[in-house]
């Protein structure tokens, strides 16, 4: 059978309080008030699509062989280059093999919901596993309502064949230009039309034609659906539509609109992951995407586990309250701050080297000696022992899912970062090597010798002149162990 085999998940640390956003703009926009309560997941200034993307598919595919992925495709409609293959970083970020097939999706709200149906297809079809990805980190217009309702978020489905948590039943699309929203190539902000239409017009007549016609196609009838999971942001739709298909409105899922927002593409399949990590066997679920038309995919759980990571709820578990709205315009780029002659320096990238050395900078990828056992970053041609300077025994080493300890640590305030202060140090790994990185995710009290720590994929600097975006990995506080323990105390 073809179904789910994994599902993962990545949502930022921070969670901008809407309350704060609504009190800035008081004065100029009091209706807002009526979306102030929650919070919205917030990426910092060196998280975009292509690094929690990364990090989903890395919560996806924890404890499985990534040698397994035969594809990966990533969905969004925030890709940070217009010419540049999101997946292909994602894919070098994995350390997948270059045999692995990469595909960008992108131009629709639903292209989450799209990305995964052909991936079934795919797999259905003989392709091989294939890693479907979806992530968004949309710009809102300050003082507008996305500003409040979007959010920043990933998910990663892996589909197959064999003994799946899932098993894919059917699918049905339809393809309307119905245009609730949209975005020209050359703005920055969407353009969103009347929501009362929008919910009348599009999801309670267009949806519920999908939801009856993919029922019909898996010989289902509405009492037999489980669990209906629709991101609609307008509060009530989801309800209304499922009531439309004859689906009782208790069986709707939660969208998490409250303590997450709305992440646009990833919704659906962050809801999707959300759900399995609860569904019972047997349980048939109704994933349902919209934009210029409607997506339906229908699956039923088998009771296998698909989350292997920390899933949706472990990651919406490590989050920090962010209050100051300034501080989320100017890492969202909205605000120009005076940054100082310590920030007027060029960044420009030597594509060359990037390219040769791509499997050092994009995968941390270091070296292990076969004849001492060494282990060092980055991997050179002489071995760092001190007792056996061999030349040429250095075989690849993988760092990037090792676990690590703090060994130095400072909190440099003259130095220039977007966030200060700038937290880096040298980090030593759990089977040998070392390496002097930037902290992110720290507050003063995780940071001290002995401290457990990971890698994570971000963005190193941005080249500004150029635009070009420079990625490298980081180091956070290895929380997976404490929310795993927390979770289940709970």
Same mark, same amino acid.
């Given at each position: 059978m073809v179904g789910i085999l994994a599902a993962g998940a990545y949502v930022p640390r921070m969670r901008l309080q809407r309350q704060a956003v609504v009190a800035a703009h008081a004065w100029f926009a009091p209706g807002l008030k009526a979306l102030g309560k929650g919070e919205r997941a917030m990426g910092n200034w060196d998280e975009d699509t292509i690094t929690m993307a990364v990090e989903a598919a890395r919560d996806c595919l924890t404890e499985l062989d990534r040698g397994r992925v035969a594809r990966i495709v990533l969905a969004s409609?925030?890709?940070?280059?217009?010419?540049?293959?999101?997946?292909?970083?994602?894919?070098?970020?994995?350390?997948?093999?270059?045999?692995?097939?990469?595909?960008?999706?992108?131009?629709?709200?639903?292209?989450?919901?799209?990305?995964?149906?052909?991936?079934?297809?795919?797999?259905?079809?003989?392709?091989?596993?294939?890693?479907?990805?979806?992530?968004?980190?949309?710009?809102?217009?300050?003082?507008?309502?996305?500003?409040?309702?979007?959010?920043?978020?990933?998910?990663?489905?892996?589909?197959?064949?064999?003994?799946?948590a899932a098993q894919f039943l059917c699918g049905h699309s339809l393809s309307i230009d119905f245009v609730d929203h949209f975005r020209a190539a050359d703005a920055e902000f969407d353009y969103n039309w009347e929501s009362r239409w929008v919910r009348d017009e599009g999801y309670a007549k267009i949806a519920p034609r999908a939801v009856k016609a993919a029922m019909t196609e898996g010989g289902l009838t509405p009492s037999q659906i489980d669990r209906f999971i629709m991101a609609a942001p307008v509060k009530g739709v989801n309800e209304t539509v499922a009531k439309a298909c004859g689906i009782s409105p208790d069986k709707v899922a939660d969208p998490l609109t409250g303590q997450l927002g709305d992440a646009g593409t990833a919704q659906p399949l962050i809801l999707l992951a959300h759900a399995l990590e609860t569904a019972r066997a047997g349980e048939v679920l109704a994933l349902v995407g919209f934009g210029q038309g409607c997506d339906v995919l229908i699956f039923r759980a088998t009771g296998q586990r698909a989350a292997?990571?920390?899933?949706?709820?472990?990651?919406?578990?490590?989050?920090?309250?962010?209050?100051?709205? *300034?501080?989320?315009?100017?890492?969202?780029?909205?605000?120009?701050?005076?940054?100082?002659?310590?920030?007027?320096?060029?960044?420009?990238?030597?594509?060359?080297?990037?390219?040769?050395?791509?499997?050092?900078?994009?995968?941390?990828?270091?070296?292990?000696?076969?004849?001492?056992?060494?282990?060092?970053?980055?991997?050179?041609?002489?071995? *760092?022992?001190?007792?056996?300077?061999?030349?040429?025994?250095?075989e690849d080493y993988p760092f990037a899912e090792r676990r690590a300890h703090i060994l130095t640590y400072t909190a440099d305030n003259l130095t220039y970062t977007p966030d200060p202060p700038c937290w880096y140090g040298a980090v030593e790994f759990e089977e040998g090597g070392r390496m002097t990185v930037e902290f992110v995710d720290v507050e003063p009290e995780h940071v001290q010798v002995g401290a457990p720590m990971r890698m994570m994929f971000r963005i190193k600097a941005v080249d500004e002149m150029r635009g070009f975006t420079k990625y490298f990995w980081k180091a956070v506080p290895d929380y997976r162990l404490a929310t795993a323990a927390q979770l289940t105390a709970k």
């Amino acid at each position: 059978m073809v179904g789910i085999l994994a599902a993962g998940a990545y949502v930022p640390r921070m969670r901008l309080q809407r309350q704060a956003v609504v009190a800035a703009h008081a004065w100029f926009a009091p209706g807002l008030k009526a979306l102030g309560k929650g919070e919205r997941a917030m990426g910092n200034w060196d998280e975009d699509t292509i690094t929690m993307a990364v990090e989903a598919a890395r919560d996806c595919l924890t404890e499985l062989d990534r040698g397994r992925v035969a594809r990966i495709v990533l969905a969004s409609t925030s890709h940070p280059f217009a010419d540049r293959q999101s997946a292909g970083v994602a894919k070098e970020a994995l350390n997948l093999t270059d045999k692995v097939a990469a595909l960008d999706v992108s131009g629709s709200q639903r292209a989450g919901t799209s990305a995964l149906l052909q991936a079934l297809y795919a797999a259905n079809g003989g392709a091989g596993d294939v890693l479907c990805v979806t992530s968004q980190k949309r710009r809102a217009q300050p003082a507008s309502e996305l500003e409040l309702t979007t959010a920043d978020a990933a998910a990663a489905i892996l589909v197959g064949k064999g003994p799946v948590a899932a098993q894919f039943l059917c699918g049905h699309s339809l393809s309307i230009d119905f245009v609730d929203h949209f975005r020209a190539a050359d703005a920055e902000f969407d353009y969103n039309w009347e929501s009362r239409w929008v919910r009348d017009e599009g999801y309670a007549k267009i949806a519920p034609r999908a939801v009856k016609a993919a029922m019909t196609e898996g010989g289902l009838t509405p009492s037999q659906i489980d669990r209906f999971i629709m991101a609609a942001p307008v509060k009530g739709v989801n309800e209304t539509v499922a009531k439309a298909c004859g689906i009782s409105p208790d069986k709707v899922a939660d969208p998490l609109t409250g303590q997450l927002g709305d992440a646009g593409t990833a919704q659906p399949l962050i809801l999707l992951a959300h759900a399995l990590e609860t569904a019972r066997a047997g349980e048939v679920l109704a994933l349902v995407g919209f934009g210029q038309g409607c997506d339906v995919l229908i699956f039923r759980a088998t009771g296998q586990r698909a989350a292997r990571g920390l899933g949706v709820t472990g990651w919406l578990a490590r989050r920090k309250p962010e209050a100051n709205y *300034v501080r989320y315009l100017t890492l969202a780029g909205h605000l120009d701050i005076e940054r100082g002659m310590r920030a007027e320096f060029d960044q420009k990238t030597a594509l060359t080297a990037l390219y040769r050395n791509r499997k050092a900078v994009m995968a941390l990828v270091g070296g292990r000696s076969t004849k001492t056992g060494a282990i060092q970053f980055p991997k050179t041609a002489i071995s *760092v022992a001190n007792d056996d300077r061999t030349r040429g025994t250095q075989e690849d080493y993988p760092f990037a899912e090792r676990r690590a300890h703090i060994l130095t640590y400072t909190a440099d305030n003259l130095t220039y970062t977007p966030d200060p202060p700038c937290w880096y140090g040298a980090v030593e790994f759990e089977e040998g090597g070392r390496m002097t990185v930037e902290f992110v995710d720290v507050e003063p009290e995780h940071v001290q010798v002995g401290a457990p720590m990971r890698m994570m994929f971000r963005i190193k600097a941005v080249d500004e002149m150029r635009g070009f975006t420079k990625y490298f990995w980081k180091a956070v506080p290895d929380y997976r162990l404490a929310t795993a323990a927390q979770l289940t105390a709970k």
